[in-house]
């Protein structure tokens, strides 16, 4: 079964944007990070925070595309007992109180296929997920998952990278559904920025081979950034900043401290209010 | 899997185009990669098609790394077995040492052809790291190694070579800081350098074309042992035995005798304190397929998919992955995949040692120890050949510390 449009919360979100007028944040958090309640309390607060769309990261014990903030966030989750089947129950808890937030998750291949695409598929579905992001599923090895989520109504959210050329965009684009992430930097999550000009003409570029919302992330840090990226896609998408802000509310010990849950909404707060075009509020 | 697949035409035609063996191998990497990696799979097509380029890479084989290497009668050995004739590989008597050389100048002289001025690699013992550090003095191109933290502080020796070589050597204290984390440090240095960078994967294992690559370009193992134990008994083989780590020494030493149905061929893991242990880098007899650094293969990984440490008293098989070539040949049942456990190597490094007055790598140790096992039972004119991959200059203080200096001494 293929869900009905007016189901997709995603498609649905983006129009909602468009008829905002603005391009919309997207937030990623990493799963079971730094615990389980923990992790709970800040997933369950993100939309009132400002997220327009969240994505929940899968810890994964080998995160070969990313820096050293999200790693760091996936080792600690994954020592407080974070797994995806612990991420899938995370999402269904929040499903409880939130109907219309999407919610993509993004990881990488070997536990999904451990737990067998079929399997993934139909659970993910189950918990109120709307997509995934599998970081390294490119094209060439992409059927065997594409089919199950699209049988449960999940869309499979293609990266497209700078150097992704004009002879390989449209294999990328031949599985893309959701939206298409453009990874705006080579290189790895948190590290260096992309201009905005540069992001700019790869957009556009996207935009007219493909008829999708596009998000832009990685490098995007500051609340300016993320307004700018935000202004030139449907998206930005905001990460290793996020999961700093909560590394650094954390004990020595790495335990969350009394200030984590709400320094990480004050952050997700202030990207939101630059997206939103709102003044800076001056104290969070 | 109760079926056991059709037997293949040939066992040697893989990987298919999309560098598939089967179930295993692929390209699991994220986009930004994809396009460098195509780019590697034509440059290496073309170099495959270019005389020019098999007569240099020929040339430096024979001239700088000292090939053909010696197929030597192990008489000794032989006669206290008192079963199957011995012969052994010497691939520790390369420049460098041990057979990844094969593997480094080779791609060094198809990165020289892509015209990328800086080379990185990722390395567990420092093997790998040094001979990548060797041809890139060679050639004067900037060279970058990852080596996990805790690898560095075990192998100091190595680290020194790479660095007189002229080399940056990266710790890595991602993860466990062992040989898997470099390669993903070195996988995220690729990501970010992609334009003038080139990643000189040490074994048949990561993403399409590398699997294929290295095993191609350590078939020169398999090639020369044809020819040489045509001249020294007139046939071929009975029996092969090499050791797996990433598992490039075996698949160039197997390969040119896959298609050769009476050859029992024998690849050896690395059993650490024993698979029941759990403690072992042995992912096939105590691993599943999964997904890791860019291929499908056997992992150790637990119920959830993460990958779990291997462990080995030899860091050189100490990996929780296998190349795919091999994954596939276990699951045709082509080649068997015997588990030997640290305690056995140590014995077969010392027992050749004394027999041959040829001090052998850890790694290779447990190739022998599996032959000195499998020798006696078999019948005076079985022919074994035992791929020496590597010599053992480099494990002596790690054999001194699990023996004791007095039982050394004695």
């Given at each position: 079964m293929t869900a009905h449009p007016s189901d997709d919360r995603l498609a649905r979100r983006f129009a909602d944007l468009k008829a905002a007028g603005r391009g919309g944040l997207v937030v990623y958090v990493m799963a079971h990070d730094p615990d389980a309640a923990t992790a709970q309390a800040i997933l369950d607060g993100l939309p009132a925070a400002g997220a327009d769309i969240i994505e929940l990261g899968l810890p994964f014990s080998d995160p070969m595309a990313d820096g050293p903030a999200i790693q760091l966030a996936g080792q600690r989750a994954l020592a407080a007992g974070g797994s995806l089947k612990g991420a899938l129950d995370a999402l269904a808890r929040f499903r409880e109180t939130d109907s219309e937030t999407p919610v993509i998750l993004m990881g990488y291949y070997n536990p999904i296929y451990r737990m067998g695409p079929e399997t993934f598929a139909a659970r993910a579905a189950e918990a109120g997920a709307d997509g995934l992001i599998c970081v390294d599923l490119p094209p060439e090895e992409a059927a065997e998952l594409a089919d199950p989520l699209r049988a449960h109504g999940l869309h499979l959210i293609m990266l497209a990278a700078p150097t992704t050329d004009e002879a390989r965009l449209p294999a990328v684009l031949r599985r893309a559904s959701g939206f298409l992430y453009y990874v705006s930097i080579t290189g790895i999550t948190g590290t260096r920025s992309a201009d905005a000009e540069t992001v700019a003409c790869a957009v556009e570029r996207l935009k007219a081979a493909a008829d999708l919302p596009v998000a832009v992330g990685f490098g995007i840090k500051t609340p300016e950034q993320a307004a700018t990226m935000a202004g030139l896609a449907d998206a930005a998408v905001v990460g290793s900043a996020v999961v700093s802000e909560l590394a650094g509310s954390l004990d020595a010990e790495g335990r969350a401290g009394p200030h984590t849950v709400s320094r990480v909404h004050a952050l997700v707060g202030r990207l939101a209010a630059g997206v939103r075009g709102d003044p800076p509020s001056g104290q969070s | 899997m109760s079926q056991s697949p059709p037997r293949p035409n040939s066992y040697r035609a893989g990987p298919d185009e999309q560098g598939h063996f089967g179930l295993f191998g692929g390209r699991f990497v994220a986009e930004t990669l994809m396009p460098c990696i195509l780019e590697v799979e034509k440059a290496w097509a073309e170099a495959g098609a270019d005389p020019a380029f098999k007569a240099e890479l020929d040339h430096y084989l024979a001239h700088y790394v000292g090939r053909p290497s010696p197929l030597y009668f192990a008489a000794r050995s032989t006669a206290e077995l008192g079963g199957a004739k011995i012969y052994l590989k010497r691939e520790?008597?390369?420049?460098?040492?041990?057979?990844?050389?094969?593997?480094?100048?080779?791609?060094?002289?198809?990165?020289?052809?892509?015209?990328?001025?800086?080379?990185?690699?990722?390395?567990?013992?420092?093997?790998?790291?040094?001979?990548?550090?060797?041809?890139?003095?060679?050639?004067?191109?900037?060279?970058?190694?990852?080596?996990?933290?805790?690898?560095?502080?075990?192998?100091?020796?190595?680290?020194?070579?790479?660095?007189?070589?002229?080399?940056?050597?990266?710790?890595?204290?991602?993860?466990?800081?062992?040989?898997?984390?470099?390669?993903?440090?070195?996988?995220?240095?690729?990501?970010?350098?992609?334009?003038?960078?080139?990643?000189?994967?040490?074994?048949?294992?990561?993403?399409?074309?590398?699997?294929?690559?290295?095993r191609d370009l350590q078939c020169v193992i398999g090639e020369e042992t044809r020819g040489q134990i045509m001249e020294?008994?007139?046939?071929?083989?009975?029996?092969?035995?090499?050791?797996?780590?990433?598992?490039?020494?075996?698949?160039?030493?197997?390969?040119?005798?896959?298609?050769?149905?009476?050859?029992?061929?024998?690849?050896?893991?690395?059993?650490?304190?024993?698979?029941?242990?759990?403690?072992?880098?042995?992912?096939?007899?105590?691993?599943?397929?999964?997904?890791?650094?860019?291929?499908?293969?056997?992992?150790?990984?637990?119920?959830?998919?993460?990958?779990?440490?291997?462990?080995?008293?030899?860091?050189?098989?100490?990996?929780?992955?296998?190349?795919?070539?091999?994954?596939?040949?276990?699951?045709?049942?082509?080649?068997?995949?015997?588990?030997?456990?640290?305690?056995?190597?140590?014995?077969?490094?010392?027992?050749?040692?004394?027999?041959?007055?040829?001090?052998?790598?850890?790694?290779?140790?447990?190739?022998?120890?599996?032959?000195?096992?499998?020798?006696?039972?078999?019948?005076?004119?079985?022919?074994?050949?035992?791929?020496?991959?590597?010599?053992?200059?480099?494990?002596?203080?790690?054999?001194?510390?699990?023996?004791?200096?007095?039982?050394?001494?004695?």
């Open positions: - | 520790d008597l390369n420049h460098t040492g041990a057979h990844k050389i094969n593997n480094c100048m080779g791609q060094i002289l198809l990165a020289r052809r892509m015209g990328k001025q800086r080379i990185i690699a990722e390395t567990g013992a420092g093997q790998h790291g040094v001979a990548t550090a060797t041809v890139c003095a060679l050639f004067g191109l900037k060279c970058v190694i990852y080596m996990g933290a805790t690898d560095i502080a075990r192998q100091a020796p190595n680290v020194f070579r790479m660095k007189l070589l002229g080399a940056e050597v990266k710790p890595v204290t991602s993860g466990a800081g062992t040989l898997k984390d470099a390669m993903n440090d070195a996988l995220r240095d690729w990501v970010a350098n992609v334009d003038d960078t080139y990643y000189l994967i040490g074994t048949a294992a990561g993403p399409h074309p590398y699997p294929a690559m290295v020294a008994e007139g046939r071929l083989p009975d029996s092969l035995v090499a050791c797996i780590g990433g598992g490039s020494n075996a698949i160039g030493f197997f390969h040119p005798f896959l298609d050769e149905p009476g050859i029992d061929i024998v690849g050896i893991e690395a059993a650490g304190h024993g698979i029941e242990s759990g403690k072992h880098a042995a992912s096939m007899a105590g691993g599943a397929p999964g997904v890791l650094h860019g291929n499908r293969t056997y992992l150790l990984q637990d119920s959830e998919g993460q990958i779990t440490e291997a462990h080995s008293i030899s860091a050189g098989l100490d990996y929780p992955g296998v190349g795919p070539e091999h994954a596939w040949l276990k699951e045709q049942g082509r080649v068997r995949y015997v588990p030997v456990t640290d305690t056995q190597a140590l014995e077969a490094f010392q027992t050749l040692t004394r027999w041959e007055g040829i001090i052998p790598a850890l790694e290779s140790a447990h190739a022998l120890a599996h032959a000195f096992q499998a020798a006696p039972d078999l019948p005076g004119d079985h022919v074994m050949v035992v791929n020496l991959s590597g010599r053992g200059d480099k494990d002596v203080a790690t054999v001194a510390e699990h023996l004791g200096n007095a039982e050394v001494s004695s």
